[in-house]
């Protein structure tokens, strides 16, 4: 079957404009997280979705960023009033958790984010 | 709270030699442990698992790792490096009830012809 997908893969904007991006999990895939890769700071979480529950958002810089996760199924993740700081690559994962056991999860390919 | 440390962010090696890329980590419990890989503008793809199962985890693409609680270190190697393993390797940790994944900063691994 297909794996995760995002859009765009590239995305260029203006410091102080908000940007959208998007991920498709793999179908029948309960959690999904996000994560950003920068060079400075390495791979890190964002936030967790897990079915119908609160989602983890600990990860989550700042509240310049948001996460919404529709109908269990694809998510969006929202930066506002971009800032330089916020270029990076952000990635997608689903798995499918069940009674706690930590399977294994697939990542997208990434959207590549540059704020100018 | 978790960590992972990679020691290396640069490791080279010829073709045919072995690789070895460390990684040592801290958790309060036992840890479920992951090594990925990721190559030029792609995601990351998982090599192996370590689940409380057997110590040596075998992975794709003839990769392993040693669980070894007593060093906290989850190396990986593979006996002989191929042009293709030229990529960067991340050592992950997950654990606690908590499934998010907590990464190290990644080794780049050159595959010297």
């Known amino acids: 079957g297909a794996g995760v997908s995002q859009s765009p893969s590239n995305k260029v904007t203006e410091k102080g404009k908000d940007v959208e991006l998007r991920c498709d999990p793999i179908s029948g895939h309960t959690a999904l997280y996000w994560y950003r890769q920068s060079l400075g700071q390495g791979l890190e979480f964002l936030i967790y979705?897990?079915?119908?529950?609160?989602?983890?958002k600990s990860g989550l810089p700042s509240d310049r960023f948001s996460a919404e996760r529709t109908g269990g199924s694809v998510s969006t993740l929202t930066i506002q009033r971009t800032q330089q700081e916020d270029s990076a690559v952000y990635l997608c994962a689903s798995s499918q958790n069940i009674g706690g056991v930590q399977e294994t999860q697939y990542f997208g390919p990434g959207t590549r984010l540059l704020v100018l | 709270a978790q960590s992972v440390t990679q020691l290396g962010s640069h490791v080279s090696v010829s073709e045919g030699a072995l690789v070895l890329l460390r990684c040592n980590y801290s958790s309060s419990v036992p840890p479920y442990l992951f090594w990925y890989v990721q190559y030029p503008n792609q995601g990351l793809q998982l090599l192996l698992k370590y689940t409380s199962a057997a110590t040596l985890v075998k992975g794709i693409n003839g990769f392993e790792a040693e669980f070894k609680k007593s060093e906290t270190s989850f190396h990986l190697t593979k006996p002989s490096a191929h042009m293709s393993d030229a990529a960067e390797y991340f050592c992950a940790v997950s654990g606690a009830g908590s499934y998010q994944l907590t990464f190290g900063k990644g080794t780049k691994l050159s595959v010297i012809p």
């Open positions: 979705f897990q079915g119908n529950s609160a989602p983890d």
